[in-house]
């Protein structure tokens, strides 16, 4: 590990580090770095061509959930415990403002107006979704999971089709994401949205490019 802390610690401090080995004690050629704060994972994610380890080409990716990664990328996230009180706009205006992407659409779902009584507006029914411009933002806005809009914390998970969740459109959340109890879950998002320090978690693979961005919990 001598040689990992070498070459990724021009990025920041390193909290852990694990090489990943079969039985035998042989590296399986991926493994896991976790770094104090998100800036110093955005420093490394952004040099992530040319990095070396004995002399071998290896390639970073962002470690989040296993059952949050799917055969294809879908930029659209699902929000939990929406309440009255927030708005599309407000969701919006949050995550442009906290995190560098464009909010392609919002939508927080309501109760059908057929019914209601005159003047009644409908009211929210506690979930909607998000679509951003760039998967990079989908993968921090999972891991940190928990956000508070307008005085109301929401819940943020990976969307699912509706044909591998007949149930809703609510996706599958395997874990807390890669990030070391160091500052642990409550420590957040260093940087974004008023978040405070905390330990997050970045996968490592000089062998199998399968293997990028495994999740490993702690």
Same mark, same amino acid.
């Given at each position: 590990?001598?040689? *990992? +802390?070498?070459?990724?610690?021009?990025?920041?401090?390193?909290?852990?580090?694990?090489?990943?080995?079969?039985?035998?004690? *042989?590296?399986?050629?991926f493994?896991?770095?976790?770094?104090?704060?998100?800036?110093?994972?955005?420093?490394?994610?952004?040099?992530?061509?040319?990095?070396?380890?004995?002399?071998?080409?290896?390639?970073?990716?962002?470690a989040?959930?296993?059952?949050?990664?799917?055969?294809?990328?879908?930029?659209?996230?699902?929000?939990g415990?929406?309440?009255?009180?927030?708005?599309?706009? +407000?969701?919006?205006?949050?995550?442009?403002?906290?995190?560098p992407?464009?909010?392609?659409?919002?939508?927080?779902?309501?109760?059908?107006?057929?019914?209601?009584?005159?003047?009644q507006?409908?009211?929210?029914?506690?979930?909607?979704?998000?679509?951003?411009? @760039?998967?990079?933002?989908?993968?921090?806005?999972? *891991?940190?999971?928990?956000?508070?809009? @307008?005085?109301?914390?929401?819940?943020?998970?990976?969307?699912?089709?509706?044909?591998?969740?007949?149930?809703?459109?609510?996706?599958?959340?395997?874990?807390?994401?890669?990030?070391?109890?160091?500052?642990?879950?409550?420590?957040?998002?260093?940087?974004?949205?008023?978040?405070?320090?905390?330990?997050?978690?970045?996968?490592? @693979?000089?062998?199998?490019p +399968?293997?990028?961005?495994?999740?490993?919990?702690?």
């Open positions: 590990s001598s040689g *990992i +802390n070498a070459e990724y610690g021009q990025f920041g401090e390193i909290a852990e580090c694990t090489v990943i080995k079969d039985p035998n004690k *042989i590296s399986r050629g493994g896991f770095i976790t770094f104090q704060t998100v800036e110093e994972v955005d420093k490394c994610l952004e040099s992530k061509s040319g990095l070396t380890l004995d002399e071998r080409q290896i390639e970073v990716k962002r989040i959930p296993k059952d949050g990664q799917g055969a294809a990328k879908s930029l659209r996230v699902y929000l415990r929406v309440k009255e009180g927030i708005t599309e706009e +407000n969701v919006k205006e949050y995550f442009e403002k906290n995190f992407c464009s909010v392609e659409s919002v939508e927080l779902m309501k109760e059908r107006a057929e019914g209601l009584p005159e003047g507006e409908p009211r929210l029914r506690g979930f909607g979704f998000v679509t951003f411009d @760039n998967s990079d933002t989908v993968d921090k806005v999972i *891991i940190i999971r928990n956000h508070e809009i @307008n005085g109301v914390t929401i819940t943020v998970n990976k969307a699912e089709p509706k044909s591998r969740n007949p149930g809703g459109g609510r996706g599958g959340w395997g874990g807390r994401g890669g990030f070391s109890g160091r500052g642990g879950y409550g420590g957040g998002y260093g940087g974004y949205g008023g978040y405070q320090r905390g330990g997050f978690r970045g996968g490592f @693979n000089s062998n199998n +399968n293997n990028f961005g495994r999740y490993r919990p702690y």
